[in-house]
């Protein structure tokens, strides 16, 4: 069996910021940790296994350990809006939709109301 080390690193958004409380586990192990304030994080483990981190609201990043002992990790964001303000995360719609439903007064008419929701949608 392979030496396990220590690997540490941080966890970033796609323009740089930590990300505190951001998941950090070792694939198909029950080793894991949560990144610090700094989005910084210490984790066990050996050449060769997977680093998954991952974070709400973003896609996760898949990382082998390799030689290195530090990895820099930045994670995108999973809401994408096309050029047509059409939002693509099948996640967030519903709470779109319900946000939408509780801000629009009750007094507007259901045309307006159902062309609004198959924009979301």
Same mark, same amino acid.
């Given at each position: 069996m392979?030496?396990?080390?220590? %690997? @540490?690193?941080t @966890?970033t958004?796609?323009? #740089?910021?930590p990300?505190p409380?951001?998941t950090v !586990? !070792?694939e198909n192990?029950n080793?894991? %940790?949560?990144?610090?304030?700094?989005?910084?994080? +210490?984790?066990? @483990?050996q050449?060769?296994? !997977?680093?998954?981190v +991952?974070? %709400? #609201?973003?896609?996760? +990043?898949?990382?082998?350990?390799?030689?290195? +002992?530090?990895?820099?990790?930045?994670?995108?964001?999973?809401?994408?809006?096309? #050029?047509? #303000?059409?939002?693509?995360?099948q !996640? $967030?719609?519903?709470?779109?939709? $319900?946000?939408?439903?509780?801000?629009?007064?009750?007094? *507007?008419?259901?045309a $307006?109301?159902?062309h609004i929701? *198959?924009? $979301?949608?």
């Amino acid at each position: 069996m392979a030496q396990q080390s220590s %690997v @540490a690193g941080t @966890a970033t958004d796609d323009s #740089g910021l930590p990300l505190p409380g951001a998941t950090v !586990v !070792v694939e198909n192990t029950n080793r894991g %940790v949560t990144t610090d304030f700094d989005g910084n994080f +210490s984790i066990n @483990a050996q050449n060769g296994e !997977v680093l998954i981190v +991952s974070y %709400v #609201g973003y896609q996760n +990043s898949r990382i082998t350990v390799g030689n290195q +002992s530090n990895y820099n990790i930045s994670l995108q964001t999973s809401i994408t809006l096309n #050029g047509f #303000g059409e939002c693509h995360n099948q !996640v $967030i719609k519903p709470h779109i939709i $319900i946000l939408l439903l509780m801000l629009l007064p009750t007094t *507007m008419p259901i045309a $307006i109301l159902e062309h609004i929701l *198959m924009k $979301i949608l």
